[in-house]
């Protein structure tokens, strides 16, 4: 069993045809950088979130590659153009076989 | 005439110089001012709006630890108080308070439910768990006027707070007063001191990435002034915290907030 965690996806649930729509795709993840060390010294090994994709009715719209220096509980805000009604699909990849995934539905008229 | 003008001259320096001591002690004034009127628009943002403030998450979570069964007992959170968002309305706005005698903070509370009620063991100050449920309960409290009051039975512990509060204290011989009353407002190397009102507890701390309890800031601030930390969950801790909380009675809670 693969670890997930909880993410959240702000988008309008409806838009107009070629409309720009923001999406807003946030998940929580600690972000370890794996250049931290304990209070003992020993160093924490990394483990972050290292691809995040975004699908348009099965067709990728947005892919992101995240490294080291990206926070915790990362949070990506990026436009689309509402082309069609269906459903978007966000995935969230990562280290010790992390990953996370949410849809959101969108009707264009 | 010449001695009125020296007289009148004399006047003006003096109204300048009051002036302007005036303007380098805003707290004399003593309005209450929430550290959040000092964030920027974009850190304001992402405590105000859920869909960016990370503690939200923490929140998630208190939602299913209130629901989870626990300990000897098998009792889970809603046994005993069903819906956290009626029976935890306005619970936060009046803690530490003296539950059976003791000075208990929210925190101390949530654990003292856990050994006694559910029979689980404690959970570590700062553990998700614990930061969960306090996120969980404090939302509740959103909006509403801090609450606590001096009354007879919290009197001894208030003083004791105010103590800990204007007492100097570490190598650099500072008191949590001389920053956060005499000298809110100005500032500190390139940031500006907050008056240090714990309305927005727990917090999303940015420079922290993860979510902490008013405990873990004084901490902080105790190891700023390189002296000896309360401990976690200690009874000098809940004092001071106590005074905190009656210093900035009226002030509406914002937790969980987000902090840079």
Redesign the interface.
Known sequence: MSKT??T?I?MPAQAKKGAIIEI?A?A?H??ESGFRYTEGGKSIPREIIRVFTCSYNNTEIFKADFYPGI???P?IIFTTIATESGMLEFKWVGDDGYEANNQARITVT | MKKQAVIYSVGFLYALLMASSFAANPMTSHKQQSSYELMTTENKAMQDDA??N?A??WV??GESLWQTKNGTNAKSCASCHGDVKKSMRGIATQFPKIMKGKLQTLEGQINQCREVRQGAPKLAYESKDLLALTALIALQSKGMPISVKETPANKDDLKQGQQFFNQRMGQLNLSCAQCHDERAGLKLGGSLIPQGHPNAYPIYR?EW??LGSIQRRLRNCMSGVRAQQFEYGSSEMAQLELYLMWRARGMPLESPGVRP
Do not use: C, E, K, Y
């Open positions: 965690s909880r959240s702000t807003r946030i929580q600690d972000m926070g915790a509980n949070l | 869909s960016l990370p939200m998450f998630g979570d940015l990435q993860t």
